[in-house]
């Protein structure tokens, strides 16, 4: 399985923040749907401030450029897209052109074997 994060902002915007997330609580079943046609079997979405961040899971044949675009394909995830667009904008560090950002994996547990002198020390009182 594959696994992405990327990053976006929300703007400055309280109410529409407000609305973005109720937004969320409802997800059009065609976006649903939609994504996990594609291939996505995880979407997970974080806010902190007007930060967003995704972390997507997907097959291992997922490719975010073919895939998105099939994903594009539907007039329903279309105007789910340009709708929720009104409450994003890029994040600073963006470039040029770009709107989710792909963040880099700099540390991931799994990267480091479990071993049995690696475990918490016992408190001793």
Same mark, same amino acid.
């Given at each position: ?7 976006l ?8 923040i ?9 997800v ?22 007007t ?5 997507? /899971? #997907?097959?291992d $044949?997922?490719d ?7 994903? @594009?394909s539907?007039? =329903? ?9 009104r409450?994003?904008q ?13 963040l /880099? #994996?700099?540390? $991931? ?9 690696? @475990?918490?020390?016992? =408190?001793?009182?």
């Open positions: 399985m594959k696994m992405y994060a990327q990053s902002d929300l703007k400055d915007d309280p109410a529409g407000e609305e973005y997330l109720r937004h969320h609580q409802a059009w079943p065609e976006v649903t749907e939609g994504l996990r046609a594609i291939g996505i079997r995880s979407m997970r979405l974080f806010r902190g401030g930060r967003l961040f995704v972390v997507v /899971e #997907a097959n $044949d997922f975010p450029a073919r895939d998105y675009q099939r994903y @594009a539907s007039p =329903r995830t279309v105007e789910w897209d340009l709708l929720m667009r409450f994003q890029p994040a600073p560090y963006a470039k040029d052109g770009e709107w989710w950002t792909a /880099e #994996a700099i540390f $991931d547990l799994d990267w480091y074997p479990a071993s049995s002198t690696s @475990a918490a020390p016992t =408190r001793q009182a």
